[in-house]
């Protein structure tokens, strides 16, 4: 699990995939990551969905509501 400087754990953001998605740019979007505890946000300069080699709506599915 990745974890933020503060100790929290990250979880993908979900308004980032949306916006991704309406824009019709999610597979080549990089993925957002927020802290749970203090909000900070994390770009992944990395990865995008399709890197990751998963379905574009398992990476929408990866934070709950």
């Given amino acids: 699990m990745m974890t933020c400087r503060c100790g929290g754990p990250l979880t993908l953001d979900k308004s980032h995939?949306?916006?991704?998605?309406?824009?019709?740019c999610l597979a080549t979007?990089?993925?957002?990551?927020?802290?749970?505890?203090?909000?900070?946000?994390?770009?992944?300069?990395s990865t995008t969905p399709a890197e990751l080699g998963v379905p574009l709506e398992a990476v929408?599915?990866?934070?709950?509501?």
């Fill in 17 to 24: 995939i949306t916006e991704a998605r309406r824009f019709a």
């Fill in 29 to 45: 979007t990089r993925l957002l990551w927020k802290c749970c505890l203090c909000g900070q946000l994390w770009l992944d300069q």
């Fill in 60 to 65: 929408e599915a990866a934070k709950p509501a």
